[in-house]
């Protein structure tokens, strides 16, 4: 069983596969069992120059199959092994199993991480996130990779317009990320891809049916939540962050997770290697 969030960009990868992007995507998972065996040929590979490497940016590599299948271990043990730079993007606890391993890693190379979350409202998580951890679970696993010298950002993603955004929200939930010691707090509004978007309306019509109009003026013409939407939720998250102390992003660590973000539109980011 996959995370299940009713937003999830991912969802239209599945129809490569030609499985559905919603009820085929919410129990149905394909695993590359030998991952780590494939990293370590390209990692030893005369052509590999030691590139940044960005791990979670489309499917989070610490899902629940992860902890039958335990991939990750082996992953960044290659990592390790050639000191490799790498960073880690999830929703899930399970990395917190890897501590040691990050630890390790993180003596030979750079090593980055964040956590995802939106907000925290419980109500709302278990209706959009019902596979995910809490919100002050994942706020956890933040305290204690930094707790552990291992840098841990927050991406505040999704913002859900008119779910998500009132002042009194944005407040708690940077407030919530501030307590965790996040190095930095990155805001990311909601968008919607094919896929996705027809999956997310779906709900939205179940649960707030007196606000799909407004979704579909504001996504009328595109994926993306309008430029000055997208600008007054992220003053108003990075005053809030300013106000409770939260930090800039350090060169090098969080900010490689964030310019990799797949609601990021940047031209380039993080080296993601294929591995067949």
Not at 171 to 187: D, K, L, N, Y
């Amino acid at each position: 069983m996959q995370y299940r969030c009713v937003y999830c960009f991912a969802r239209n990868t599945h129809s490569y596969l030609d499985l559905d992007t919603g009820h085929d995507f919410d129990s149905q998972i394909v695993v590359k069992v030998n991952a780590p065996e494939l990293l370590r040929r390209e990692l030893a590979a005369p052509r590999w120059n030691g590139e940044h490497i960005a791990m979670g940016t489309n499917v989070d590599c610490y899902q629940r199959a992860e902890g039958r299948y335990q991939l990750m271990p082996g992953i960044i043990s290659a990592l390790r092994d050639h000191a490799n730079p790498f960073s880690i993007l999830t929703k899930g606890s399970l990395i917190l199993r890897d501590l040691e391993l990050l630890e390790q890693a993180a003596r030979v190379t750079e090593v980055a991480t964040a956590v995802s979350v939106g907000f925290t409202d419980r109500r709302l998580w278990r209706s959009v996130e019902p596979g995910t951890p809490a919100p002050d679970k994942r706020l956890d696993v933040c305290r204690k990779l930094n707790e552990h010298g291992i840098p841990c950002a927050v991406l505040m993603a999704p913002v859900l317009p008119f779910l998500s955004d009132s002042p009194d929200q944005l407040r708690e939930t940077v407030r919530a990320i501030a307590a965790a010691g996040a190095t930095s707090v990155t805001p990311l509004v909601l968008h919607l891809r094919p896929g996705a978007r027809e999956w997310y309306m779906k709900w939205l019509a179940e649960r707030h049916p007196q606000l799909v109009r407004r979704y579909m003026a504001m996504y009328a013409e595109s994926a993306y939540a309008p430029k000055w939407y997208q600008r007054r939720i992220t003053r108003q998250v990075h005053e809030l962050a300013e106000e409770f102390g939260i930090g800039p992003s350090r060169p090098g660590t969080a900010r490689r997770i964030e310019s990799a973000a797949p609601e990021v539109a940047a031209p380039a980011g993080p080296t993601q290697l294929t591995l067949l």
